[in-house]
Nanobody
Framework: QVQLVESGGGLVQPGGSLRLSCAAS????????MSWYRQALGKERELVAT????????NYADSVKGRFTISRDNAKNTVYLQMNSLKTEDTADYYC?????????WGRGTLVTVSS
């Protein structure tokens, strides 16, 4: 059974940093691309960053380019999202995502609040 468990969210001031983690289990983690999505209150869920399997090619939403970094540790079955220079508009629930056999799998999310 696929499980994705996010952690690392919290309250941070504008300009601060957080690192989110997503621990995966129930599938061959190294064989699958992994993504982070976010959903702010009253808005649609949006893709933040993706990292491929194998060579670890990354892609980012324009709104986070240069500030966020996605990475993975296949030995630990974990994907990370390093978030720097955080802005109030980064406030959202952040979700870990993968797709297995064509079916999307989601974690329960971790809340990031950027506020002074």
């Amino acid at each position: 059974q696929v499980q994705l468990v996010e952690s690392g969210g919290g309250l941070v001031q504008p300009g601060g940093s957080l690192r989110l983690s997503c621990a995966a289990s129930g599938f061959t983690f190294s064989s699958y691309a992994m993504s982070w999505y976010r959903q702010a209150l009253g808005k649609e869920r949006e893709l933040v960053a993706t990292i491929s399997s194998g060579d670890g090619i990354t892609n980012y939403a324009d709104s986070v380019k240069g500030r966020f970094t996605i990475s993975r540790d296949n030995a630990k079955n974990t994907v990370y999202l390093q978030m720097n220079s955080l802005k109030t508009e980064d406030t959202a629930d952040y979700y870990c995502h993968t797709k297995r056999a064509g079916i999307a799998k989601w974690g329960r999310g971790t809340l990031v609040t950027v506020s002074s």
